[in-house]
């Protein structure tokens, strides 16, 4: 199975920050990696797909990056509705493994 | 608008079964094959099993092979997960959400507990 390790764990951040959060493939899976947003209580969220393309009606503060191994979601200018926790999952070979995901808490 | 409806919570004793069914509306249903998703309490996400509508083919996780099926109504545009020989483990919220890749809909999600 291919491991998706995300970084870090945590992060507290203020409103307005641009934050970054790190997700790496135990192996090479191109550009099969989406990343979810989920609040408490709630199903998750769908943001981005293909590594960097964003779901129809989002906006553009979430942004996705990276190819191969090494991935990238940042979240720019941050609301307060933009707490969450964010996990990626690669699509690439099953089973589908999703990270251990990244709690953004406010600062 | 893409829906996908689920049934209600479920209380099932350890070795017992449960069948989790998930209604989708609003789309093609054969365009788009359908995934399961766990989230023990406290937890992660977990992949379970995905089902392509069309070919009435599934691929589960390994871990859960042997234990779990899905299965579907086309006519109904309904998908079915049955999990068996229940463990306390197996207690979570669990998901259906639409998509050939990624999931990009998702159902509110059912909780199963396993308690004796």
């Known amino acids: 199975d291919i491991q998706m390790t995300q970084s870090p764990p945590s992060l507290s951040a203020s409103v307005g920050d641009r934050v970054t959060i790190t997700c790496r493939a135990s192996?090479?899976?191109?550009?099969?990696l989406a990343w979810f947003q989920q609040k408490p209580g709630k199903a998750p969220k769908s943001l981005i797909y293909?590594?960097?393309s964003l779901q129809s009606g989002l906006p553009s503060k979430f942004s996705g990056s990276g190819s191969g191994t090494d991935f990238t979601l940042t979240i720019s200018s941050l609301q307060p509705e933009d707490f969450a926790t964010y996990y990626c999952?690669?699509?690439?070979?099953?089973?589908?493994?999703f990270g251990q995901g990244t709690k953004l808490e406010i600062k | 608008q893409v829906q996908l409806e689920q049934s209600g919570a479920e209380v099932k004793k350890p070795g017992a079964s449960v069948k989790v069914s998930c209604k989708a509306s609003?789309?093609?249903?054969?365009?788009?094959?359908i995934h399961w998703v766990r989230q023990a309490p406290g937890q992660g996400l977990e992949w379970m099993a995905i089902l392509n509508p069309t070919h009435d083919s599934t691929t589960y996780a390994q871990r859960l092979q042997g234990r779990i099926s899905v299965t579907t109504d086309t006519s109904t545009g309904t998908v079915y997960m049955e999990l068996s020989s229940l463990k306390s483990e197996d207690t979570a919220v669990y998901y259906c959400?639409?998509?050939?890749?990624?999931?990009?809909?998702w159902g509110q999600g059912t909780l199963v507990t396993v308690s004796s």
């Open positions: 609003g789309y093609t249903f054969t365009s788009y094959y």
């Open positions: 293909a590594a960097s």
């Open positions: 999952q690669q699509y690439d070979s099953y089973p589908y493994t």
């Open positions: 192996q090479g899976i191109t550009h099969y």
């Open positions: 959400a639409r998509g050939t890749g990624s999931p990009d809909y």
